[in-house]
């Protein structure tokens, strides 16, 4: 069985290559997301959206995450397993945060992912020092929608370049980039030590991340520019439901070959 990648796995990787990650969220998507050689395996709480049909990711709670991190952490043996802490898991007290952050690790997570800048700051170092590795997301920041009015491109520099060296500084392992002019995210990359992950932040970022259900082709009426889908699952097994309906309407399935 291949042994679990780790982050100095991660940053080694780095310095030759584009590190990949992946959403995954059930037993399904991780076994894939592991088979496929993905270096990291988000537990994103995207899964409000894709999973549980929300609008957004607010709904999601740490008891959802939690059972999904689990199963994502037993489907899978290689990938680096980090889980995404969902909206007030870490916003309202600094000991909730804590408590929290260490929950992922116990559920089988080998790092947590938070959004935000200037205030996380504190919280990702206290994570840090107590041993549990965090991984930033700055840009658009899905948790804070209801103040951006949606996904919007983050084109503040200096603000982002700002945050992003202060959440190295705080101990961050690697970095989120979402919705991010490519030019920015370029001149993150280069002024971090720790690798930038981008998703629609163009092709400098030193990996990127997609969200399962997108990138296969999941949920057809999801089209950002930044998508690129690699599998039309929607279209493929609404065909197979819709001849299975009707190999049992003619009464040709099951066939000889499938009954006892
Ligand atoms: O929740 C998620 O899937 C994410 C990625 C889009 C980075 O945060």
Do not use: W
């Not at 700002?162 to 993150?188: C, Y």
């Amino acid at each position: 069985m291949p042994r679990r990648l780790t982050i100095r796995d991660i940053h080694e990787a780095a310095r030759s290559r584009k590190l990949s990650m992946v959403t995954a969220y059930d037993a399904f998507s991780a076994r894939l997301v592991d088979e496929s050689g993905v270096d990291m395996a988000l537990v994103g709480d995207s899964l409000g959206t894709t999973v549980q049909g929300r609008p957004d990711t607010l709904g999601v709670t740490m008891a959802d995450m939690l059972y999904h991190t689990g199963i994502v952490a037993r489907c899978s043996s290689r990938a680096l397993v980090v889980g995404d802490m969902p909206f007030g898991s870490y916003q309202a007290s600094r000991a909730r945060a804590m408590e929290n952050a260490m929950a992922f690790l116990r559920a089988g997570a080998q790092a947590v992912k938070l959004e935000g800048g200037k205030r996380v700051l504190p919280l990702v170092k206290r994570m840090v020092e107590a041993g549990v590795p965090v991984m930033g997301h700055l840009g658009f920041t899905p948790q804070s929608t209801n103040q951006t009015g949606g996904p919007r491109v983050n084109k503040a520099r200096d603000t982002l370049l700002k945050e992003a060296l202060a959440l190295e500084k705080a101990g961050v392992f690697a970095l989120v980039l979402e919705m991010v002019p490519a030019e920015i995210t370029k001149e993150i990359s280069k002024a971090l030590t720790v690798p930038t992950i981008g998703i629609g932040a163009g092709p400098h970022a030193d990996g990127q991340v997609l969200v399962f259900y997108d990138m296969l082709g999941f949920s057809p009426e999801f089209t950002p520019r930044f998508l690129k889908r690699y599998f039309d699952f929607h279209n493929g097994a609404l065909g197979a439901l819709k001849a299975y309906k009707a190999d049992v309407e003619a009464g040709s399935y099951p066939g000889p070959e499938h009954s006892y």
